[in-house]
């Protein structure tokens, strides 16, 4: 069984960054998805970043693409966060969450394609 573990989230002002990370234990990665996502208050559940463990290729969020970067440590099994130039409207709980296996680029925006979930960990950006 897999277990994800967020951390590094907090309160930050505009402008400023934060770096979340996704631990993960019960599996070391390979061809996995890990993705994170984010749900602001009264929205929905929206994607932000993945990568493939295996080759490191990543997608972004368009609302995020330029002041977000997702990485992957292997020696770690960790997935970084690295959020720069925040804005209020990033506020909002992240989650980390990985595919139970590899998951074609245009299905990685899906929540369902997620079998393992992070409790999640709150950002808020303060204007």
């Known amino acids: 069984q897999v277990q994800l573990v967020e951390s590094g989230g907090g309160l930050v002002q505009a402008g400023g960054s934060l770096r979340l990370s996704c631990a993960a234990s019960g599996r070391t990665f390979s061809s996995e998805i890990v993705g994170w996502f984010r749900r602001a208050p009264g929205k929905e559940r929206e994607f932000v970043a993945a990568?493939?463990?295996?080759?490191?290729?990543?997608d972004y969020a368009d609302s995020v693409k330029g002041r977000f970067t997702i990485s992957r440590d292997n020696a770690k099994n960790t997935v970084d966060l690295q959020m720069n130039s925040l804005k209020p409207e990033d506020t909002a709980v992240y989650y980390c969450a990985a595919t139970m296996g590899r998951v074609p680029i245009t299905a990685w925006r899906r929540p369902s394609e997620y079998h393992y979930w992070g409790q999640g960990t709150q950002v808020t950006v303060s204007s």
């Open positions: 990568i493939r463990w295996s080759i490191g290729s990543t």
